[in-house]
């Protein structure tokens, strides 16, 4: 059925000139005013009309182009419902419930998204035409063969999700949701208070689709995120210590001045369009055995795409990996709604693995569709990116590394020999934030190590042991040497040195030869 409707409908576009429909929906509106009054949309293309073409790459967006107003005629194949007064027909998506709503009541709560209806079941239909409407707005990004698969055994492909154009796989459920708003509420904007993923996804193609973007961040966002957000075309604004500060003054400013405001909810309007993902790595992936994907407190993208992959297959193991400092969403199946939020105390590389839990809905759709949920611990987070830089030249955060976490601290051994897919989603990490996260890496991966010798003050002993550090192939990262404060005698002095090896194997033979050399050689336990 949703396939005979898009072939209809992509035959009447071809059929139709865009210009024409597009003067047709042209309206008055003062915020759009310009000085070019005659002509001025004439020859701008629909963004609505597929800015993708059939010989061409695919793009995010048209820059510098308005987009025209929604037509709902494009959606009617979906189902129809009467919106509001009657006066317009809209799509709107079935959702499985034994208790639907309306959006009746949107027009009394201006300051937050009208959505609240739709946090029920989705099904497959709802996401198969959520990736109809954003093909064009979002890349395919590849899903490929991993050179880890022999080291843990077992064939992996990595979906890189951080590809896409603000790095993210949030942009999927952003987009979806702008795209789903009124007419007259992209014209008002939308506001949003955080400085995460989805902030930056919102940001980028609200302002790809000429809607009005307003981001409120707290006065401790970091200045590259900021300057992030203002190059995607958001007005953004500092504002209050804390995220709780900044989401309070949007709420204010979203009812004072009409603007929506958006967050990550547990509606599936966001939920459908992050299970798109699932769709392509199923379409990408032949003979799919498990696919492993970020669950955590927002586990959006796991419960959406755990639904469409269970349609398409349910033989398919979805994985869901968690942070063991904030098991939010274990804790949450166990109690069997959504738990504590703990987002206030979070440190910046959490910040898009833990924060407030969703609602029930997507808890009963990780309880109904996802096999298996395991945490994993920070120092395997950041051996997880370490691997992903060195091996697939992709620099990932804690939420794109925490799927590979899980393979690499050995916590699915039941995927031996099977064909895993793992959700590589998010590359989004600021550089002295990156920094401290390899050098911890390194060390943790017994990489880089420190150790305190005794030699005597002369010059010839410190350059013995430069010559066995030269003969190990140790790389010398940092050497000090101390007189004072040690307690042996007058001519001796502390040697420390940090040094670069190898792997493990050629850590444990240095360790071994310093020891034999200098036996009361200290060595600095990580």
Known sequence: MNFAAQFFYSRGIRNHDPRERYEEEEEYDPFWQRDERKGRKLDAPSHYDHHCF???PIRNGVIGQRPPSINPERLKDFGEEDYFDGGVKMWEMKIVSHNEELLRDSASRPDRISLAAYNKYIRFEDISAAAFKIQCGVQKTPCMYSRLSKQYGMDLYLKKEFLQYTGSVKERGALYLLMSLQQEQQRKGVIVASDNNFSMAVAYHASEHRIPVFVIMSTSTSPARVKVCRDYGAMVISYGTSARDSQLHARRLAQENGYLYLEEEDNAVYLSGLGTMGMEVYEQVPKLDAVIFPAGAHCGLLAGSAVALKHLNPSISVIGVESEGFPVLQQSLNIGQP???????????????????????????????????????????????????????????????????????????????????????????????????????????????????????????????????????????????????????????????IVETRDKIHTAQLRNILTDRYPMMTWMER
Do not use: W
């Open 339 to 497: 738990g504590e939020d703990r987002s206030q105390s979070i440190q910046p590389f959490y910040r898009d693995v833990s924060g407030p839990c969703f609602a029930s809905n997507s808890l009963q759709l990780t309880e109904k569709f996802v096999d298996k949920v395991v945490t994993v611990r920070e120092e395997d987070i950041l051996v997880s990116m370490l691997r992903l830089l060195e091996v697939e030249r992709a620099t990932v955060d804690a939420e794109g590394a925490i799927g590979l976490a899980a393979v690499l601290a050995g916590k699915l051994p039941e995927l031996k020999g099977k064909r895993v897919a793992v959700a590589v989603c998010s590359g989004n990490l600021e550089l002295p934030l990156m920094r401290q996260c390899i050098d911890r890496a390194l060390t943790l991966d017994n990489r880089v190590c420190k150790f305190s010798i005794l030699v005597s003050s002369s010059l010839g002993d410190v350059s013995k042991l430069l010559e066995i550090l030269a003969r190990e192939e140790a790389r010398v990262l940092d050497i000090k040497q101390e007189h004072s404060y040690i307690t042996s005698d007058l001519f001796t002095s502390e040697v420390t040195c």
């Open 54 to 56: 059939k010989d061409g």
